[in-house]
């Protein structure tokens, strides 16, 4: 099992930021983590990496219960990308030293690496379509171009689960077209992570995604089978308003009714 919460709740002083949240992700299944500003999805993204600790219920990631495993080498076997990473590189960093400091989880590199190391970040620059700006600093690539070169950097360490915290944010049209097409394709090898998609956005969500948890106000609205889960019903009244949901291509579309 990837995670298994069982009625975990997370609380702040009088405010309980998490309540009473079952959440089971299988190996083979990918997720998407929807919910609106405010709704707990870092929350309980912290917890899963061990950042924080729940003040009730039980929680086991990669099949190592809390409180009997170690955390630190848990968070090897789990890749995180956020917007919040881009800003902990140096602006003259180069992406290849960057991939490379994903093998030992830091922020640059310290550490010797090997040739193999080296092909192997290559390898990973190419197949997120980063090689024709391998050699840019980090500072003067794009967000999106950015954002591909820290996946290949969650990567490197060879996760069993690979968190992509709101991936799209800032990409414009074509950047987010581009780097959904390299999601799509990394799904699909034979040697994938289980992949956990948080968004806001619906519409970002790919097909490879057949899972999904909607989080509301700190406690799961509803989850399981995408297609059971992202119905105008369920959409409308997670989101306290009349929407339409709409197949296009695979992905949905939702707008709100009048
Ligand atoms: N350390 C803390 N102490 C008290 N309240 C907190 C703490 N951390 C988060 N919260 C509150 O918990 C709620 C959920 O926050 P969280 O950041 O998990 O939401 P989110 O779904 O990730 O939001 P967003 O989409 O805006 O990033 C918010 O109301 C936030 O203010």
Redesign the pocket.
Known sequence: MIIDAKNISWV??D?T?LKHVDWQVHKGEHWSLV??????????L?MVNGYIWPTSGTLSVLNRPFGTCDLRELRKKIGWVSTALVDKFRADERPETIVLSGKFASIGLYDQVSSNEREKAHELLQKLGCASFAGRAFGLLSQGEKQRVLIARALMAEPELLILD?PCNGLDLFAREHLLALVAQLAASEDAPTMIFVT?HVDELLPCFDHTLL?KA?AVFQSGAASDVMTPETMSEFYDYRVSVQQQNGRLAVSLRA
Not at 35 to 44: R, W
Request: aromatic share 0%; no cysteine; proline share 0%.
């Open positions: 702040r002083a405010h930021v919910g609106l500003n405010g709704s707990g999805k870092t929350t309980l912290k709101e806001h989080l700190g």
